[in-house]
C-alpha cells in the first residue's frame, strides 16, 4: 500500500538498526516509520481485558492500530505454524505463556532477533534467549485459587500435594496443556512427584478449561471450588473487582510462568511491530502491568505495590525454558492418557 | 431471422453456474481424499489404520455415536408427539407452539449451551441451586458438564426436525381409516398407536437418521460441554488435532473421510426409508380432517411442550438476558448487580466485536445474494432440463447435505491455504465454505418455487425472440420472487449462525459473531458472552419473521 522508495526505505532500515537502540532520534524515526505501517498485528495468550489494555494504550501514544488476537498459548503458536506455511504473513508480534513453545518458533526460523533496551540489566530469569530471539516481559506465578465464599481460608489447601485428597472429588479445576500455565505447573509438579500425582487428581473429577484467566471466572462465580493452576494476576484483578477469589502459596512453592515476546521474522509491519516490543519492555508499560494487574515485570526500575511480594522472596518452582521445549511431548501424551482429552 | 454473430449468453451462464457449483463441492474433498492417502513416499492407509487403533481416536469416535443415537433418539420420540399434538389434536394453544418450535430451532445450538451451562452447571446452575435448597443436599442434582448434558442440549435442539417431518408426514396422511378404527370402537390412543403410527414409521426412521446426523455433524455442544467434562467426540478431536503445533493434517483428513463416509452410509439409508413412503394410504392433503378429541390428556400433553420448549427457549433466553445485565451472572439480580457496563465493553472493550458483526452481516448477504441466485439458476437448468447430466447438477446441489461443515472447513483449508489460491486468512474462505453449506437449503427452496410456475409463459416469451437468460430475468424471477426471497433469508440465517466450519477457518482479519463467542467462552468472560449471544439470537429472530412476514410461510415447512 505505502509506496516507499526501496532506497528510502532501505537506508531508514539502516538508520533504525543502527541508532535506534541507543538515541531517541532513533525512537522518533522508528515511530514515523511504523505509523506509515499503520498498524501492527499481536497474537497473545494474556487475559483479554489486559490485552486490550495493553493495546489501547499503545493506540492512544502514537496513533497506531493493535490488531489483537487472543488465545490460549499453544493455539497461539499452531496458528503462526499453520499461517506460515499457508505462506501467510499476518503476525507481527507474538507472545504467549509458553517459552518451550518459543523455542519450536526459533527453530523454524519464524522470529527475528529483537533485545529491548537496558536488557542487560533484567533479571536472568527473565532472558530466555541467549542469542536475543526471544525475551520474557512479563511473569506471573501459577498457584491454585479458590472460592473464598465457599471455602474458609483456614480450610484451604496448604500445598499441591493436598490437592489430590479425596476431600475436592468434583470440586476442582484443571487447565489443558495448551495452556502455558497448565504446561509449566505439570512440568515443574511432575518433577517433585511423578505422573502418579495427576493419576491421583484425576480421581478427584477436575473439570478441564482451556486457559487459567477462564479457570479463575469460574472460581470466581462459585461454579467449582479450587483452580489447581490458577495464576497470581488473574487472581488479584478478579479480586479487585470484588469476587470471592483468592490465592494460595503452596508449601512446595509456586511455579514462574515466563511469558516471552517476540518478533516474527516476516513480520509485514517490523517497524511497528519493533515499536511495539519497545513500548512493552518500557519502563511506563511495564509498571502499567505492575500497577494495574500485578504482574512481575523484567524492568530493574519497576516498583511492586505493598502486599505483592517481589519474586526473589518467592519460593519458586521454576522449569527451564530447555527442559519445557524437551519435555512438551511427553506432557501432552500423559495429560491425554490421564484426562482423556 | 438467426443473428449467427450474436452470442447467445445464456449458455456460459450455464456452464459457468454448473462449473462454480461442480468445483464448490469436488475441490475440498478431493482434497481431503488426497491429503488422507498422503505418505512419506507414495500413497498410504496408515492414517486410516491409526483411526481404528489409536485407543484415543476410538473413544472419539465411540462417544460420538453413542450421543448421536441417544439425542437422535430422544430428539424423535419428543419431536414426534409434539407434532403429532399439534397437528391433530385438540390441545389447547397449540397454535403457539408452531412458532416457539421455530424459536428453538432457529437458536444455534452452541448458544443453547453455553446458556445450559448457567442453568445446570453442578455448583453455580440455577437448578443445583435450587436443588440444595429445597433439599437442604450439598450435592448437585444434574451436571450439564456430562455424557448426558451433551445428548440433552442437542435434543433441544434438534427435535424440531423430527417434529417438522412427522408433522409434514402426518398431513399427507388421510384421516379415514382413523376414522374407520374409532367407528370399530377403538379407543383414540388405540387408533393412534396401530393406526398413524405405523403410516409413519418411515417418517419416524427418517427424522431419526436425519437428527443422528445433525448431532454428528455439530462442533459448539461438545466443545463447550464435553472438552470440560474430559472426552471428545469425532468434531472437537478434528479441532485439536488442528489447533495443536504440529497440526497433524494427514490425520485430520482421514478423520474427516471417515466421518464423510459415515454421514454417507447413513442419509442413504435413509433415502431408503423415504422411498418407502408411498403407501397407498398417504394421500394427498384437503382431507376433511377432525382434531381427535384429548379429553383430560390434553392438559398432560400440554405440560409436556410446555417443559420442552421452556427448556430449549424460555430458560435459556432467561439467563442469557438476566447474564447479560448483570455484574456476575451468578448473583441475585439486585439493584447492586445490575449495569449495563458489559454492553459498553461488549461493543468498545473488545476489538474484535465490531469487526464479527460487520463480517457476519457481509458474510450472510453474499451468501443469501450469491447462494440465492446460484441456485435459482441450477433449479431453472434442471427443471427445464436443459442440457444433458442436470441429473448430475441437482445431485451436487444437495450433496453437501451429506458434509459436516467441521470436514467440509478442513477440506477447504487444505484445498485454499496454498497456491495457486491463497484464501485462508480471508473472509473468502468463509463465504466459500458457507456458500456450499447452505447451497442444499437454497437449491430445495428454489426447485419447489421453479417447479411451481408454468412453461408455458416462458415459452411465449421465447416465440417472441427472447434468450433464455432474459426470460429467466423477466417472465421466471419476477414469478418466483417469493421462493427465491425465501431462499436468501434462510441461506442468510445459516450463514450467521455457522459455526463448524467457522471455527477452522477464521483468522484473526476474518471474525465472526459465532467465533467470536466460542473464543471468549475460552476466557470465561460469561457475561459478554451472553451480550454477543443475544445479539446474535436477535439477528437471526428479526431475519426470520421478517421472512414470515414477507413471504406468508414458515421456514420450517421447507421440507430436508
Known amino acids: ?341 | 431471422m438467426v443473428h449467427r454473430f450474436h452470442l447467445d449468453p445464456s449458455l456460459p451462464t450455464w456452464i459457468g453456474a454448473s462449473l462454480l457449483l461442480a468445483a464448490l463441492v469436488v475441490v475440498p474433498l478431493w482434497w481431503l481424499f488426497a491429503t488422507s492417502l498422503r505418505g512419506e513416499d507414495g500413497l498410504t492407509l496408515l492414517r486410516y489404520q491409526q483411526i481404528f487403533t489409536d485407543l484415543a481416536l476410538i473413544r472419539a469416535i465411540r462417544n460420538s455415536l453413542i450421543i448421536s443415537f441417544w439425542a437422535g433418539l430422544l430428539a424423535t420420540s419428543v419431536g414426534s408427539i409434539m407434532g403429532w399434538l399439534v397437528t391433530r389434536t385438540n390441545m389447547p394453544l397449540k397454535m403457539f407452539f408452531r412458532a416457539l418450535v421455530l424459536a428453538s430451532f432457529v437458536t444455534p445450538p452452541f448458544v443453547g449451551a453455553f446458556a445450559w451451562t448457567m442453568l445446570a452447571g453442578p455448583n453455580a446452575g440455577w437448578f443445583n441451586h435450587l436443588y440444595r435448597y429445597v433439599t437442604g443436599s450439598e450435592g448437585h442434582l444434574v451436571n450439564i458438564y456430562s455424557m448426558g448434558g451433551v445428548v440433552f442440549v442437542i435434543f433441544l435442539y434438534s427435535y424440531p426436525y423430527a417434529f417438522t417431518m412427522i408433522s409434514n408426514a402426518l398431513d399427507l396422511v388421510s384421516s379415514e381409516m382413523e376414522e374407520a378404527s374409532a367407528i370399530l370402537g377403538a379407543n383414540r390412543l388405540r387408533t393412534a398407536a396401530s393406526i398413524t403410527l405405523p403410516l409413519v414409521i418411515p417418517a419416524l426412521l427418517s427424522g431419526f437418521v436425519f437428527t443422528f446426523v445433525h448431532a454428528l455433524a455439530l462442533f459448539g455442544v461438545p466443545a463447550i460441554l464435553a472438552m470440560p467434562a474430559g472426552f471428545h467426540t469425532i468434531t472437537t478431536q478434528i479441532w485439536v488435532l488442528l489447533s495443536q503445533a504440529p497440526q497433524e493434517l494427514d490425520l485430520v483428513a482421514a478423520l474427516s473421510v471417515f466421518l464423510l463416509s459415515l454421514t454417507v452410509l447413513l442419509l442413504s439409508l435413509q433415502k431408503r426409508f423415504l422411498g418407502k413412503r408411498s403407501h397407498a394410504t398417504i394421500m394427498g392433503r384437503g382431507m376433511r380432517r377432525s382434531a381427535i378429541d384429548l379429553g383430560y390428556w390434553r392438559y398432560p400433553a400440554l405440560l409436556l411442550c410446555l417443559f420442552v420448549v421452556a427448556l430449549a427457549v424460555f430458560l435459556p433466553y432467561l439467563v442469557l438476558i438476566k447474564a447479560a445485565f448483570s455484574k456476575a451472572w451468578a448473583m441475585p439480580l439486585t439493584v447492586e448487580n445490575l449495569t449495563l457496563e458489559n454492553w459498553r465493553l461488549a461493543v468498545s472493550g473488545y476489538s474484535a466485536t465490531g469487526e464479527a458483526i460487520f463480517n457476519t452481516l457481509e458474510l450472510g448477504v453474499l451468501t443469501g445474494t450469491v447462494g440465492a441466485g446460484l441456485a435459482a439458476i441450477v433449479a431453472y437448468i434442471v427443471d427445464r432440463r436443459l442440457f444433458r447430466g442436470y441429473q448430475l447438477l441437482a445431485y451436487f446441489s444437495v450433496a453437501p447435505t451429506v458434509v459436516p461443515g467441521i470436514v467440509l472447513a478442513a477440506g477447504l483449508l487444505m484445498a485454499y491455504s496454498g497456491p495457486p489460491f491463497f484464501l485462508y486468512g480471508t473472509i473468502w474462505i468463509l463465504f466459500i465454505a458457507y456458500l456450499t453449506k447452505e447451497i442444499p437449503v437454497g437449491y430445495t427452496q428454489a426447485d419447489t418455487t421453479i417447479r411451481g410456475i408454468h412453461v408455458e409463459l416462458e415459452e411465449a416469451a421465447r416465440i417472441l425472440g427472447a434468450n433464455r437468460l432474459l426470460v429467466l430475468k423477466d417472465v421466471t424471477l419476477p414469478l418466483a420472487k417469493g421462493g427465491i426471497l425465501a431462499a436468501w433469508l434462510l441461506m442468510f440465517i445459516g450463514a450467521v449462525r455457522e459455526l463448524s466450519a467457522s471455527i477452522l477457518l477464521y483468522t484473526s482479519r476474518s471474525w465472526v459473531l459465532s467465533v467470536l463467542i466460542m473464543d471468549l467462552q475460552a476466557h470465561g468472560v460469561i457475561e459478554i458472552i451472553s451480550v454477543i449471544s443475544i445479539v446474535m439470537l436477535c439477528l437471526t429472530l428479526i431475519t426470520v419473521l421478517l421472512m414470515q412476514e414477507l413471504t406468508g410461510h414458515d421456514i420450517m415447512g421447507v421440507k430436508e
Do not use: C
Open chain 1, 1 to 341: 500500500m505505502t509506496s516507499a522508495h526501496p532506497l528510502r526505505r532501505f537506508l531508514a532500515f539502516v538508520i533504525v538498526v543502527l541508532f535506534f537502540p541507543v538515541s531517541a532520534v532513533g525512537q522518533e524515526i522508528l515511530a514515523d516509520q511504523a505509523k506509515k505501517e499503520g498498524k501492527v498485528v499481536w497474537y497473545t495468550a494474556m487475559a483479554l481485558e489486559v490485552a486490550e489494555k495493553v493495546a489501547n494504550t499503545f493506540e492512544k501514544t502514537y496513533g497506531i492500530r493493535v490488531e489483537l488476537t487472543r488465545s490460549a498459548s499453544e493455539r497461539v503458536v499452531a496458528r503462526v505454524l499453520q499461517e506460515s506455511q499457508a505462506g501467510i504473513n499476518n503476525v507481527d508480534v507474538i507472545e504467549i505463556s509458553e517459552a518451550g513453545d518459543f523455542t519450536l518458533l526459533k527453530q523454524k526460523g519464524l522470529l527475528k532477533i529483537y533485545r529491548p533496551r537496558n536488557y542487560e540489566k533484567f533479571p536472568s530469569a527473565f532472558l530466555l534467549d541467549k542469542e536475543g530471539y526471544f525475551h520474557a516481559w512479563r511473569a506471573t506465578v501459577a498457584q491454585p485459587v479458590y472460592n473464598t465464599r465457599l471455602l474458609p481460608a483456614n480450610a484451604a489447601p496448604r500445598s499441591w500435594k493436598e490437592l489430590t485428597d479425596p476431600r475436592w472429588k468434583d470440586k476442582e479445576l484443571k487447565v489443558h496443556y495448551v495452556s502455558g500455565a497448565g504446561t509449566n505447573v505439570m512440568a515443574a509438579l511432575t518433577k517433585i512427584y511423578g505422573w502418579e500425582y495427576y493419576q491421583n487428581l484425576r480421581k478427584n473429577n477436575p473439570v478441564i478449561v482451556q486457559a487459567a484467566s477462564q479457570g479463575v471466572n469460574i472460581v470466581a462465580a462459585g461454579e467449582r471450588t479450587i483452580l489447581v493452576e490458577g495464576n497470581y494476576y488473574n487472581t488479584m484483578r478478579l479480586k479487585a473487582k470484588g469476587n470471592p477469589v483468592d490465592v494460595i502459596f503452596p508449601t512446595e512453592g509456586v511455579v514462574l510462568v515466563l511469558s516471552p515476546a517476540g518478533i516474527a521474522q516476516k513480520a509485514a509491519h517490523p517497524n511497528a511491530a519493533t515499536l511495539f516490543l519497545e513500548y512493552m519492555f518500557s519502563e511506563k508499560t511495564q509498571q502499567m502491568l505492575v500497577d494495574a494487574t500485578r504482574l512481575y515485570v523484567p524492568h530493574p526500575n519497576a516498583k511492586y505495590p505493598p502486599g505483592m511480594s517481589p519474586l526473589s522472596q518467592l519460593k519458586t518452582l521454576t522449569v527451564p525454558v530447555e527442559e519445557l521445549a524437551k519435555r512438551q511431548g511427553e506432557i501432552k501424551r500423559m495429560f491425554s492418557e490421564i484426562f482423556g482429552l
